[in-house]
């Protein structure tokens, strides 16, 4: 079992940035795939950015590539996304996700995950 507890959203101008953490449960976690997903109001749940285990390979929505960064403190069972030049469309609930799998395929796919956190809002303004 693993708990995943997300921290750092908060309210922001547009063109600033935030960075989020997820903090997660258990000795294992170098084995399992992170991702961030958010939801806004009326629209399906997204993924932002997804890391492997090891930190070899990340995944970004085209929406946020350049902008956003994911990384990993396997040592801290820590992954964290780096938000810079945020806009108001940013404006969602972001999710911690984890999944024990060991391949890159389908880290985009919220039915791959098997852990997610309690989410943390994040809200930009213009």
């Known amino acids: 079992q693993v708990q995943l507890v997300e921290s750092g959203g908060g309210l922001v101008q547009a063109g600033g940035s935030l960075r989020v953490s997820c903090a997660a449960s258990?000795?294992?976690?170098?084995?399992?795939?992170m991702a961030w997903f958010r939801q806004a109001p009326g629209k399906e749940r997204e993924c932002v950015s997804a890391?492997?285990?090891?930190?070899?390979?990340?995944l970004y929505a085209d929406s946020v590539k350049g902008r956003f960064t994911i990384s990993r403190d396997n040592a801290k069972n820590t992954v964290y996304l780096q938000m810079n030049s945020l806009k108001p469309e940013d404006t969602a609930v972001y999710y911690c996700?984890?999944?024990?799998?060991?391949?890159?395929?389908?880290?985009?796919?919220?039915?791959?995950?098997?852990?997610w956190g309690q989410g943390t809002q994040v809200t930009v303004s213009s």
């Open positions: 996700a984890a999944c024990a799998v060991s391949t890159p395929w389908g880290l985009r796919r919220p039915e791959t995950y098997n852990y």
């Open positions: 258990g000795r294992t976690f170098s084995r399992y795939a």
């Open positions: 890391i492997t285990g090891s930190g070899d390979i990340t």
